[in-house]
């Protein structure tokens, strides 16, 4: 009896610790800690962020070592980001200073150059951070790579986690969450299905100790295709937080992050899965992006334990949809940025559309934040397009930033950062004196 007592309370305790370390990592919500910031929400309450501006109102501008898709994670001072040499596929990771943009340190990864798509990069899957550094990844058709590199930029640990096996390159970002770093490594590509057993590309979600990066679970996931898709986090009925996982293989999974347990799923909703799930107003959406029959984005109810109910589908929205951007929601509304250029406002509640509106030359790759009511997202050509996040079209800015950009911007401590191919700007906050350009 004494044994199981205390086998009790040492998962207790380890829970407890874990829902602490939580809570602590969404309690500096001022920083932007993984791709679309915290619980991947894409959201922010910053008011210093302006509308609308011009050249001379960025806080500075940074020319990057690299060219890259991946979205800046922002920690305190220090600015993550992820680079490659297109030509050597080089990874770089590196850390800037969120006053000026000077460069802290920079580190090099040589690697193997392999055929993807034309609008996918070496360096795609965004950074993830906190106070003690930051998680990254990458592949190969050799290697799975996930790799942890301290303020410093000093090797914590690295994981081999097998061959990568998909018809366009990557794109899953690793997210920490509590006292863990964890990555959806599901892959896959045409031939999947048609491949012996003893051939067929290894899918799964692990969880790796953030410190150690020894792994702490990991949950085998059938192969069809690649998935794109970054984990989003949401809190349930009673205040505890479920990893949410959007595949093709197996729908909408949710996890307990500290065992990995699996807490409920419901499959037979996605094809190929290159867009983020979102948690609003109690559904979890999700879409896809299979080109054969339009896509289409889709709305789950999570299980009730309250009112004894299982995960349902609440709405969908048919085709066209965003094959590549991640949708944000804000106030009752949710906003889909398309790559035929395209924005729509549907309800939240029904998925009834609101307004659907084309931007004249633009085509999103990226996705859009919400910043205090506003929308801010960048077209592949580098145009910043702000609207009001509102139930009406109402275009407030476009502005140059003259570079292509696959990039989603990031916002801490009052300012937003966007990010071109080979550049970063800083804009909003509190300016300490003219703008500056390292590097440029």
Request: hydrophobic fraction near 40%; proline fraction near 7%.
């Amino acid at each position: 009896m004494s044994s199981h007592r205390d086998h009790f309370s040492s998962a207790l305790s380890m829970a407890l610790l874990f829902a602490a370390a939580v809570a602590s990592a969404r309690a500096a919500s001022e920083d932007w800690p993984r791709f679309r910031g915290t619980d991947g929400a894409g959201l922010s309450n910053a008011t210093t962020i302006p509308a609308s501006w011009t050249a001379q109102d960025y806080n500075w501008r940074a020319k990057l070592p690299g060219e890259g898709h991946s979205s800046p994670a922002v920690v305190g001072e220090r600015i993550y980001l992820t680079c490659a040499d297109p030509e050597t596929a080089t990874r770089m990771v590196v850390c800037l200073h969120v006053s000026d943009g000077r460069t802290l340190w920079r580190r090099d990864f040589p690697s193997t150059k392999y055929r993807h798509n034309a609008a996918n990069s070496f360096a795609a899957a965004s950074p993830a951070a906190d106070a003690d550094g930051v998680v990254v990844t990458w592949t190969t058709p050799d290697e799975v790579t996930l790799l942890a590199l301290d303020r410093e930029g000093r090797d914590l640990w690295r994981r081999h986690l097998g061959p990568f096996t998909a018809l366009h390159g990557s794109g899953s970002s690793p997210v920490i969450v509590g006292d863990l770093a964890i990555l959806a490594n599901e892959q896959g590509d045409f031939q999947t299905t048609s491949r012996p057993p003893d051939r067929q590309p290894k899918s799964s979600l692990i969880a790796v100790d953030r410190k150690t990066g020894e792994t702490r679970w990991q949950i085998e996931r059938r192969t069809t295709w690649c998935v794109y898709a970054t984990p989003c986090t949401r809190q349930d009925e009673e205040g505890r937080t479920e990893l949410i996982f959007a595949s093709t293989s197996h729908g909408l999974t949710a996890v307990e992050p500290a065992s990995g347990n699996l807490l409920w799923e419901i499959g037979d909703l996605l094809r190929e899965v290159v867009s983020s799930p979102v948690v609003a107003d109690g559904l979890v959406i999700a879409g896809d992006s299979y080109f054969m029959k339009g896509g289409h984005f889709v709305a789950v109810r999570p299980p009730s334990k309250r009112q004894g109910t299982k995960p349902t589908v609440a709405w969908e929205i048919p085709k066209p949809v965003p094959r590549v951007s991640t949708p944000v929601a804000w106030d009752g509304r949710l906003y889909l940025w398309s790559e035929e250029g395209t924005i729509a406002c549907h309800s939240t509640a029904t998925g009834q559309m609101i307004w659907k509106e084309r931007i004249q030359g633009a085509v999103f790759h990226g996705s859009p934040v919400c910043v205090a009511g506003r929308l801010y997202g960048i077209s592949s050509n580098g145009d910043v397009i702000v609207l009001a996040a509102s139930d009406k079209f109402e275009l407030l800015a476009r502005v140059p930033l003259g570079e292509t950009s696959s990039a989603t911007p990031a916002i801490a401590n009052g300012v937003i950062y966007l990010r071109t191919r080979t550049q970063i700007f800083s804009l909003g906050g509190k300016k300490p004196g003219p703008p500056r350009s390292p590097g440029i």
